[in-house]
């Protein structure tokens, strides 16, 4: 078994930073894919930014103020963002893609941290 454990939200006034991070630990053997999402009352859930191999996506929202990295030997992801706005408020959620051996992968989500950004 795989968790995902979340930091780093919180109230921040629009213009302000945030980093948010997430940590797995348990079966692992490798970490394939390893991303961001959010998810706003009312709305669907949504890619943020993910980060495979040397593959970096950002939802256009996100390009030029947030920051997607990944520390491997830490089985680490974190986000930083910047230029926080209102509608940047949401549930943000890390999503991993993990191998628990060379055969079998499973994709694993974190209880989500609350990003609140206020105007």
């Known amino acids: 078994q795989v968790q995902l454990v979340e930091s780093g939200g919180g109230l921040v006034q629009a213009g302000g930073s945030l980093r948010l991070s997430c940590a797995a630990s348990?079966?692992?053997?490798?970490?394939?894919?390893m991303g961001w999402y959010r998810q706003a009352p009312g709305k669907q859930r949504e890619l943020v930014a993910e980060i495979s191999g040397g593959t970096v996506n950002y939802a256009d929202s996100a390009k030029g103020r947030f920051t997607i990295s990944r520390d491997n030997a830490k089985n680490t992801v974190s986000l930083q963002m910047n230029s926080l706005k209102p509608e940047d408020t949401a549930v943000y959620y890390c999503?991993?893609?993990?191998?628990?051996?060379?055969?079998?992968?499973?994709?694993?989500w974190g209880p989500g941290t609350q990003v609140t950004v206020s105007s």
């Open positions: 348990g079966s692992i053997f490798s970490i394939n894919n």
């Open positions: 999503k991993m893609v993990v191998h628990t051996s060379r055969t079998f992968w499973y994709t694993y």
